[in-house]
């Protein structure tokens, strides 16, 4: 069933970010936006739209939310593996995003203070930026 759902969350979270689920979505607002002088505009009629996007709106957090996750998931072992695979890369990063927000902060600041404001790296970064 897990492998179904993630399966279904990938499908859709990938249907729903293309153009064509945006067209479909301002189709039915402009169906329902048409068709209120037919319901007068009604307390039922207002509560179809209502009631519609809440259920599609806290549907589609769970599915977005499991595609997210694979990617994130995906992205990190990828990482994992470019740093046990580079010489001189510090393994002691591999598996930092299950840190606490403090000691990814703490690690960061670390890194910051390691290269410095003078760096050669910050340096070439200044000029990257001042191309654009």
């Not at 993630?6 to 689920?21: D, K, N, T």
């Not at 996007?53 to 990190?76: E, G, K, P, Y």
């Not at 990814?104 to 410095?116: A, D, P, S, T």
């Amino acid at each position: 069933m897990e492998r179904a759902f993630e399966r279904f969350a990938q499908a859709v979270a990938a249907w729903a970010g293309r153009p064509f689920a945006f067209v479909v979505a301002l189709g039915v607002i402009l169906f329902w936006g048409v068709s209120g002088p037919i319901f007068r505009w009604s307390d039922t009629w207002q509560l179809v739209i209502n009631t519609g996007t809440t259920i599609v709106t806290f549907l589609m957090v769970f599915l977005i939310q499991n595609a997210q996750n694979r990617d994130a998931s995906a992205m990190q072992a990828k990482l994992d593996e470019l740093i046990r695979a580079v010489d001189g890369a510090r393994d002691e990063f591999i598996g930092i995003e299950h840190l606490t927000q403090a000691e990814l902060e703490k690690i960061r600041h670390l890194l910051e203070n390691e290269f410095g404001s003078g760096s050669v790296r910050t340096a070439a970064l200044a000029r990257f930026l001042s191309r654009r």
